[in-house]
């Protein structure tokens, strides 16, 4: 068994793409279209497994948007995507510095939660072994879920 990918409906395709890849950095591996389905399919994958999503379209994350108008009810039931970083504090200053809410700051160091567009809870995990804990993020409150 191998893990493949995971699927989440979006609203609105190009503030998805702008949220996963030009702030997340992920890139996209492969786009499908399908008149007849009036939907399309677009892969991400993180940069440190390019390659290989590339060859395998493995592992990504399936943005599904369907051209047809339809309000996505989601929330917690879903879960999160989760992503390693290689610094959790200029990832989330990125982040924030974009108007991004950072709804669990990373206080330890380590762990910090964020939400794209269509209200998907994104998990980010320092790589490796914690940041210490530095301001603002020591003091600063969560914010709303995740």
Known sequence: MEF???MVRVKDLDASLAFYCGLLGLHEVKRYDSEAGR???VYL???GQLETAKQTFSPTIELTYNWDTEEYTGGRN???LAFAVE???DLCQKLM????????PPRCGHMAFVKSPDGISIEL???GDSLPPQQPWVDMENTGSW
Do not use: M, S, W
């Open 4 to 6: 493949l990918h995971t």
């Open 125 to 127: 995990l320092q790589k």
């Open 97 to 104: 510095d974009a108007g991004v809410t950072i709804n669990r």
């Open 39 to 41: 939907f399309t399919l």
């Open 45 to 47: 994958a993180a940069p």
């Open 78 to 80: 879903f879960g999160h």
């Open 87 to 89: 610094n959790i504090y």
